[in-house]
């Protein structure tokens, strides 16, 4: 009979962790419908190593080499057909090849990883997207995470998650060191907390630290398993009397505890998968998991959900859990019910069909509905009452995903135009300039707004813009900042009809970029995790039309930690209407003296400030002779050279340019 494809067996050699739990169950169940199928295939692996005893796939064994070395150079030598990889890595020169890469964390959590570690994957896994007949991988969440880092796009991966059947298959009463922790005098019984340890930051173990006082309060313990001692800092650990590490443990012990267990806490800032909570659920564990990537996909109904980046509202979680034993019984309900969803079996026969044809689209459960977050879509407007009101409504029209709120910020009330008096739109007076104008929204936002979006007034948004950076903040944990592409932006010509930018972003093209990191965004359309901005504002002293407002925002956000995105996926038309905008004079001073200012702040870089001058001053100067009509380059000249005449004299005050009388038809 013949042997139609290989697995790559390296994994037999590495030490058990989830990816490696993922083959192997994968491998299993594979072996299981080949031999039910009349069916062969191959398991490849190093020489010397222990492989199990298989129905339907033979074993070869060979090569000298080991790792990376032995999967590079010996595998391609031992198999020269189709290969099946199940554990993130695979050969680089070889096409005819399915590879699981079972998520992106190498590049959305790097300081998880040693700098060997983040070299070979960032080096490999982008080869193995572009050469291998089929990227898959064990989440949706995962694949759109994928697609952003990798020469991929989302529909094209084929996602064939993990299974619970293992987990059904451990027996509690093998336990042998779990029943003795239980039973310890230190322990006694007490209602705890069970987490899974690692040492990578992020799993995010040191939310466990932060509330085990409070939860200590509550006569709570935490067992965190396997990992060692050091996840946790000596004096984490010294503070945390009811925080215990009995280190490694068997799976019988491990479903010992799962089903004694107060609950799973998994409060992970990503993951791919996230298996535990599954294994959870197989034992009637409740699960406490974190609310971003992959987390939600996998959980649906099935468990209570929060940031990991509040440890306040996991300590609420538990004290629920902790005073209704009715709640404990209906999560595990819930989870047993989500089972079928995640099956080993069904897993190896969607890469048995890839194995036979590599472009198969086999059908998967959609990812369930998520509850979007909170969003307050913000416009800060002044003198362009029919512009603001015509993009106002196409955007409360026209989203998928309908903010909570949009609030109009102004100067004064008639500035809203049509809006006043809507139920839908909150309009706000407040002091001049767009950067006092979005701190008066800021002031304002309705409690429990989670994400702020800035749009400018004459900015056209596509349909999928908030949906867009929904997703993306609750894939990402780690960005703070975002900002789309713009189709067409018309502020440096003669601006753009609304009817031509809503036939744009009604179809728009189709682009040859995914992702950018970092990249400060573009004021016209930009969004921004409420909680990551706290105190901080836009800075006032960038008057009127605020040039450069948004990178000093952007900037300042970026000090306190977090990632600051551009996604092609988001996509708009800044029409860039002339009416209302900053006369050239001060719109030419402001080019010279904020990004000084900002040089000055820390909020740019010396080069990003030479770029800034160099081709402002170039174009205004070249420009000035023959300027286009619809900019006043004389005016932006004279303001440059005002601009640089105070900077000689020492003098660093960019609301100056609020005092600058334009003059000429531009005024």
Not at 146 to 166: D, F, M, Y
Not at 511 to 520: R, T
Not at 637 to 665: V, Y
Request: aromatic share 6%; with cysteine.
């Amino acid at each position: 009979m013949t042997e139609t494809f290989a697995v790559n067996g390296r994994f037999m050699a590495q030490a058990m962790t989830g990816v490696q739990r993922y083959a192997h169950n994968v491998v299993a169940a594979l072996d299981e419908s080949l031999a039910a199928g009349g069916q062969r295939a191959v398991l490849v692996a190093p020489q010397d190593t222990d492989t199990p005893a298989l129905q339907a796939l033979d074993t070869i064994r060979g090569g000298r080499l080991k790792g990376h070395a032995w999967e590079q150079i010996e595998l391609p030598r031992l198999w020269g057909g189709r290969l099946l990889n199940l554990c993130n890595t695979a050969p680089a020169m070889k096409g005819d090849q399915i590879v699981c890469i079972h998520d992106a964390n190498v590049f959305t959590a790097p300081e998880s990883y040693s700098r060997g570690f983040r070299a070979a994957y960032t080096t490999l896994q982008p080869l193995l997207a572009r050469r291998s007949a089929r990227i898959a991988t064990v989440s949706h969440a995962s694949a759109r995470q994928l697609a952003r880092h990798l020469p991929l796009r989302a529909a094209e991966i084929a996602v064939l998650p993990n299974g619970h059947e293992h987990a059904l298959a451990w027996d509690p009463a093998k336990a042998d060191r779990a029943r003795a922790l239980l039973a310890a005098p230190e322990v006694n019984e007490r209602p705890f907390v069970l987490a899974l340890g690692s040492q990578a930051r992020h799993k995010n173990l040191a939310l466990l630290a932060t509330i085990a006082p409070a939860l200590a309060e509550l006569g709570v313990d935490i067992i965190v398993v396997g990992g060692g001692s050091g996840i946790f800092a000596p004096e984490e650990r010294a503070q945390a009397a009811n925080l215990k590490l009995p280190g490694r443990v068997s799976d019988d012990d491990l479903a010992f505890l799962l089903e004694r267990a107060l609950c799973l806490a998994f409060p992970s800032w990503t993951e791919g998968f996230g298996l535990p909570i599954v294994e959870a659920m197989a034992r009637g564990c409740p699960v406490v998991s974190s609310n971003c990537a992959s987390m939600p996909e996998v959980c649906g109904d099935a468990a209570l959900l929060a940031s990991p980046a509040d440890p306040e509202a996991w300590v609420e979680h538990v004290r629920t859990l902790l005073g209704s034993a009715a709640l404990r019984q209906e999560l595990s309900g819930r989870g047993r019910e989500r089972l079928p969803l995640f099956s080993w079996r069904s897993s190896a026969e969607g890469y048995l069909e890839l194995a036979q044809s590599p472009k198969a689209h086999r059908a998967t459960p959609p990812a369930p509905t998520i509850q979007a977050p909170r969003i307050a879509a913000v416009i800060a407007t002044r003198g362009r009452p029919e512009v603001v009101t015509q993009t106002v409504l196409h955007l409360l029209a026209r989203q998928s995903l309908k903010p909570d709120s949009v609030i109009v910020s102004c100067i004064d009330p008639a500035d809203a135009g049509e809006l006043q008096g809507r139920n839908d739109v909150v309009v706000l007076t407040g002091p001049a300039g767009l950067a006092a104008q979005r701190n008066t929204a800021l002031a304002n936002l309705p409690p429990g707004t989670e994400i702020v979006a800035f749009f400018d007034d004459d900015f056209v948004a596509h349909e999928d813009w908030l949906a867009t950076a929904a997703r993306t903040f609750r894939d990402e944990a780690s960005v703070v900042a975002f900002t789309g592409r713009v189709l067409a932006d018309g502020v440096g010509g003669p601006g753009i009809e609304l009817a031509e930018a809503m036939r744009l972003v009604a179809a728009p093209p189709a682009s040859d970029w995914s992702w950018v990191e970092p990249y400060s965004p573009y004021g016209c359309n930009m969004a921004f995790r409420l909680a990551s901005i706290g105190d901080l504002r836009f800075d006032e002293r960038l008057v009127l039309y605020g040039w450069l407002e948004d990178r000093d925002f952007a900037a300042g956000l970026a000090r306190r930690g977090g990632r600051l995105v551009k996604s092609a996926d988001a996509i708009g038309v800044h029409m860039g209407v002339k009416g209302g905008r900053m006369a050239g004079e001060r719109f030419g001073y402001s080019q010279i003296v904020n990004p000084l200012y900002m040089l000055r702040k820390g909020t740019m870089t010396l080069g990003q400030v030479a770029d800034h001058l160099f081709r402002n001053m170039s174009a205004n100067l070249g420009r000035s002779l023959r300027p286009e009509p619809f900019i006043d380059r004389r005016g932006r000249l004279l303001g440059n050279l005002l601009g640089i005449a105070d900077i000689l004299r020492g003098r660093m005050q960019p609301e100056r340019a609020a005092a600058l009388q334009p003059r000429g038809k531009f005024r």
